[in-house]
Nanobody
């Protein structure tokens, strides 16, 4: 299974960040997997943001729930992150990954597969 993140590398503060993860070598509807978004700000650890299950149910980190939405496009085998009202503190490398256990996940959870990550910078 391979995952590939895509989206803008630069976003202005107060705008909405949108990233897409394209999955190949496996279907995002295959039971029972959970497709996550994770980020790592500069100099900090990994932060799980949320996930969408093979069933289509979405799960969110409590700290980001009010600003985060995860959806999917099953015809293209993709899932998407939207993060609203971004600030420079949202600057990070954003990853998509697959997990085999129901979320939420801690910073040391071992995902099955990862994307390579994409740098997103929020300008003030």
């Amino acid at each position: 299974v391979q995952l590939q993140e895509s989206g803008p590398g630069l976003v202005k503060a107060s705008q909405t960040l949108s990233l897409t993860c394209t999955v190949s070598g496996g279907s995002i509807t295959t039971n029972y997997y959970y497709w996550s978004w994770i980020r790592q700000p500069p100099g900090k650890g990994l932060e799980w943001m949320g996930a969408i299950a093979s069933s289509g149910s979405a799960y969110y980190s409590p700290s980001l729930k009010s600003r985060t939405s995860i959806s999917r496009d099953t015809s293209n085998n993709q899932f998407t992150l939207q993060l609203t009202a971004v600030t420079p503190e949202d600057t990070a490398v954003y990853y998509c990954a697959r997990g085999s256990l129901p979320p939420p996940y801690g910073p040391r959870y071992e995902y099955d597969f990862w994307g390579q990550g994409t740098q997103v910078t929020v300008s003030s």
